[in-house]
């Protein structure tokens, strides 16, 4: 499945490196996530961008920087992480729109994840 | 009280069994619900919605139960290829979008 591509597929980092994960969707969804998925804990939102806006903001710290130039493309730039950080990174897109009642939708679909160790 | 919850397991079970798994939710206003499916060291994939009236695809079921807060997941019997980690998802307002942690499903033969 193409749906949802994510690149790299794996990252070592040290603490003082500069990186970025990059996310590219071709569903034409309007809405893209950032999740983290440690181990052994639930997945934690972290950004959503809805039309190119920030739209959710989960305390992330601040090494921790998004960017949507467009609806198709998501970045999560990372400077000055500490090791707590390792983890899988998961970018999910959605076509965006709000439930109506009793009809689920914001269904999304994930990419294949990041794999991050820093070091 | 978490937000979402479901039992962790581990479920073990033959193959052929029915299996349910349940998983509560704190926020009454939460608009939408999901069931994932997620295997080991891959990402999330979407099983099935959650309707209001309750829905069923092939030996899947969900429900929905708003008075109690909670959702469920009936797997009839039961495949080797249904060892996995079922996820539910609950969205409350705008983009909130809240994962439980997850129950591991093992199917032996």
């Known amino acids: 499945e193409t749906g949802v591509t994510q690149t790299p597929r794996h990252l070592v980092m040290g603490m003082t490196n500069k990186k970025s994960l990059k996310c590219e969707q071709h569903?034409?969804?309007?809405?893209m996530y950032w999740y983290k998925q440690s181990a052994k804990k639930p997945l934690e939102l972290m950004f959503v961008?809805?039309?190119?806006?920030?739209?959710e903001n989960n305390s992330v710290p601040s090494r921790f920087s998004p960017e949507c130039p467009n609806s198709s493309h998501l970045f999560l730039h990372l400077h000055t992480l500490q090791p707590e950080d390792s983890a899988l990174y998961l970018c999910?897109?959605?076509?965006?729109?709000?439930?109506?009642?009793?009809?689920?939708?914001?269904?999304?679909?994930f990419g294949p994840g990041t794999r991050l160790t820093v070091l | 009280r978490k937000e979402v919850e479901q039992d962790p397991g581990p479920f073990n079970v033959p193959e052929g069994a029915t299996v349910a798994f349940n998983c509560t939710y704190s926020?009454?206003?939460?608009?939408?619900f999901f069931w994932y499916r997620q295997d080991c060291r891959k990402e999330p994939k979407l099983l099935m919605s959650?309707?209001?009236s309750g829905n069923e695809d092939g030996r899947f079921t969900a429900q929905l139960n708003r008075a109690s807060q909670y959702i469920s997941l009936l797997i009839r019997d039961s495949k080797l290829s249904d060892s996995a980690t079922y996820l539910c998802?609950?969205?409350?307002?705008?983009?909130?979008?809240?994962f439980g942690a997850g129950t591991r499903l093992f199917v032996k033969a």
């Open positions: 999910a897109s959605s076509q965006g729109f709000q439930a109506a009642e009793g009809i689920p939708t914001d269904t999304q679909y």
């Open positions: 569903l034409g969804h309007n809405a």
């Open positions: 961008y809805s039309l190119e806006e920030r739209v």
């Open positions: 926020n009454s206003a939460s608009q939408s």
């Open positions: 959650v309707y209001s």
């Open positions: 998802v609950v969205i409350s307002g705008g983009f909130k979008t809240i």
